[in-house]
């Protein structure tokens, strides 16, 4: 099982960026496909994006869409995710996950979180 360890959070104002990185140990990560959820206050986990092992295809959801990019470093063994245009909606504690496709939708592989790392957008 790979572990997981998610940094680059912090305090950002509207409008601004932020990008968080996923190290991951372990020698078979570049198989892996890895994505991205996010936990605000009071809220359920939910998605944010997917890239599959060889970075050659992503996925977003509709409320990150055109703000948000993925990327990976599989020589590196390291998930990105940049985000852009950050607005206040976007607070929570970001996560990166080892993930499967199963029932129309990306869950993480192992079912277990690391610690994250926290996003906050001040308006």
């Known amino acids: 099982q790979v572990q997981l360890v998610e940094s680059g959070g912090g305090l950002v104002q509207a409008g601004g960026s932020l990008r968080l990185s996923c190290a991951a140990s372990?020698?078979?990560?570049?198989?892996?496909?890895m994505g991205w959820f996010r936990q605000a206050p009071g809220k359920e986990r939910e998605f944010v994006s997917t890239i599959i092992w060889n970075g050659g295809t992503t996925y977003y959801a509709d409320s990150v869409k055109g703000r948000f990019t993925v990327s990976r470093d599989n020589a590196k063994k390291t998930v990105y995710l940049q985000m852009n245009s950050l607005k206040p909606e976007d607070t929570a504690v970001y996560y990166c996950?080892?993930?499967?496709?199963?029932?129309?939708?990306?869950?993480?592989?192992?079912?277990?979180w690391g610690q994250g790392t926290q996003v906050t957008v001040s308006s």
């Open positions: 372990g020698r078979t990560f570049s198989t892996y496909h």
């Open positions: 996950a080892v993930v499967i496709l199963r029932d129309s939708a990306w869950r993480n592989l192992y079912d277990t």
